[in-house]
């Protein structure tokens, strides 16, 4: 369970989130929505435990996401709205993946296949250098490999072609229905079928939130 | 905490030490800093250093010497240059943001990460120096342990000191660019106060002899180049007014430890304010 109790936070003067309540439960499939600068990711981030928030609190299974931070983590697969230019090769983010999260790659390459990119062949490449989509495919098969209670996907399929797309909803379908699942989307159709509620955000506020 | 968690935290510690070294080791930073210490010895016996006999001290003291002067002044940038960036650049690109996303811990990451980054950076500068020994050895020279050792535990120190000051800077600073600058004038400031401009402080009379070594001995890279001739017949090196005090008040012994020592507390507690804000601040 995810708790966010009159959260604000700025940036300077800018207030990225105002006073934002509101609580996601296990079950819960959520497409998160509204304009650009609407504050979509500065709530993931909150719920990362990356910023200090000037107002409000946050607990995720009832723990502080910045205190216990690494307690909560084990738990959440993450998606971030662009692949970082990671350094490292893909064999080595693998390693890394794996040792710091008890994850098998067994199951990232089960995924990542299902996502039809064959990373095997790439192993020795470096992150950066593959293409865009395949960045998102190869974090998509990570996130979803990771044996997660909570699965946030900030816009993950903005570089992904169609048909790598609907392998994504696939893998999300497979997922169990007892976990959270957050996901920032601007287009609603596509992720209908997923999910179970409607947030939509703006200024800060999160001005519409619809269980279907 | 049983033991083995704490097992499991030490390896997600070395885990990112072992990967930021593999990331620096490949990248060109570190073949041009390797080129260039590993560079400047082969120089040192093309220009034939060792078999000419300046002032008194010969062969691969001399060298040795020669090779720890130059390394004072430019390891220092070295070090601030390459490693400023390392959680700032992380952070502007969005890599700590991905990486944080998995259960590692806040000291796991910076610390890793600084001890990686010390391995990246000390050795080559060792590696030179051995280099040297052995090329010397096969030559016939002698071997000068004595300075050989002292120059490993200087270089020791001097790593961590800049090393410190690097990831302090690193951790709050907003933009790489911005830590570049800070770097370099964190750089040329010390530099600035070796001997040259505290011979003119003195030459004013304003100051105390006391204050201006206190000053002298506060700059990291004052004490190593005065620790670096320590060794020397102070007859025989031409060290500047400052080094020649210090090292008149101060016994050999106590002064080569002090040089050793001050200098990795320096960058311990530098180190570890860095830390402290980088837990405290905002992450990406
Ligand atoms: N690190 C930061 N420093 C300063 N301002 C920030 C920072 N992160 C976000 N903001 C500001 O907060 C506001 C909300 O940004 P956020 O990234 O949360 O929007 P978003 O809803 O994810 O938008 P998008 O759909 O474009 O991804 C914006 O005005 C942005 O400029
Ligand atoms: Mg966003």
Redesign the pocket.
């Known amino acids: 369970m995810i708790d966010i109790k009159n959260i604000t936070k700025k940036?300077g003067k800018?207030i990225?989130l105002n006073n934002v309540t509101t609580r996601f439960n296990g079950g819960d499939s959520i497409a998160l929505m509204?304009a650009?600068?609407?504050?979509?990711?500065?709530l993931i981030r909150m719920i990362l435990g990356y910023y200090h928030a000037n107002n409000g609190t946050i607990t995720v299974n009832g723990l502080d996401p910045i205190k216990e931070r690494v307690e909560i983590l084990k738990h959440v697969s993450f998606v971030p709205?662009l692949p970082p230019p990671i350094k490292l090769s893909v064999d080595e983010l693998l390693h890394f993946v794996q040792k710091s999260s008890c994850t098998s790659r067994e199951m990232i390459y089960h995924y990542v296949n299902e996502m039809s990119l064959d990373i095997k062949e790439h192993l020795h490449k470096s992150f950066f250098s593959l293409s865009g989509g395949m960045k998102q495919k190869l974090l998509i098969g990570i996130s979803a490999a990771k044996e997660s209670s909570i699965y946030i996907y900030d816009e993950p399929t903005a570089n992904l072609d169609p048909r790598a797309r609907e392998n994504f909803y696939k893998i999300l379908k497979e997922q169990s229905n007892s976990s959270i699942s957050l996901f920032?989307t601007h287009r609603i159709e596509e992720v209908k079928d997923l999910v179970n509620r409607e947030i939509y955000?703006d200024l800060g506020e999160i001005i519409s939130d619809v269980k279907l | 905490m049983g033991l083995e968690s704490v097992g499991l935290k030490m390896n997600n510690l070395l885990l990112i030490s072992y990967l930021d070294l593999k990331e620096s080791i490949r990248s060109k930073w570190f073949l041009v800093y390797s080129l260039v210490f590993g560079g400047m010895i082969a120089l040192f016996f093309i220009a034939g250093i060792t078999e000419s006999q300046v002032m008194g001290f010969s062969g691969l003291s001399r060298l040795l010497l020669m090779y720890i002067q130059i390394t004072i002044v430019i390891l220092p940038i070295f070090i601030l240059i390459t490693t400023v960036r390392s959680i700032s650049g992380d952070r502007d690109s969005h890599i700590l943001e991905y990486m944080l996303s998995f259960p590692i811990s806040l000291k796991q990451y910076y610390w890793g990460k600084l001890i990686g980054r010390f391995i990246t950076v000390y050795i080559p500068v060792i590696f030179a120096m051995i280099l040297a020994i052995v090329y010397g050895v096969i030559k016939g020279a002698e071997v000068p342990w004595s300075i050989f050792f002292l120059y490993t535990g200087l270089l020791f120190a001097l790593s961590s000191a800049f090393l410190g000051i690097a990831f302090f800077i690193s951790s709050f600073v907003k933009s790489s660019e911005v830590a570049l600058g800070i770097a370099f004038f964190v750089w040329i400031f010390l530099l600035a106060f070796i001997d040259i401009a505290l011979i003119s402080l003195m030459m004013q009379e304003r100051f105390s002899e006391e204050l201006i070594i206190t000053i002298a001995m506060a700059n990291p890279m004052e004490i190593f180049r005065v620790a670096a001739i320590s060794l020397f017949d102070p007859e025989l090196t031409v060290m500047g007014p400052v080094a020649y005090y210090i090292l008149d008040s101060v016994s050999q012994a106590n002064f080569v430890l002090l040089s050793i020592a001050y200098p990795v507390v320096l960058g311990i507690i530098f180190a570890f304010l860095g830390y402290r804000i980088f837990a405290k601040k905002d992450l990406?």
Not at chain 1, 36 to 42: E, L
């Open positions: 940036f800018n990225s509204g650009n600068g609407a504050g979509k990711t500065t709205q920032v955000m | 990406v």
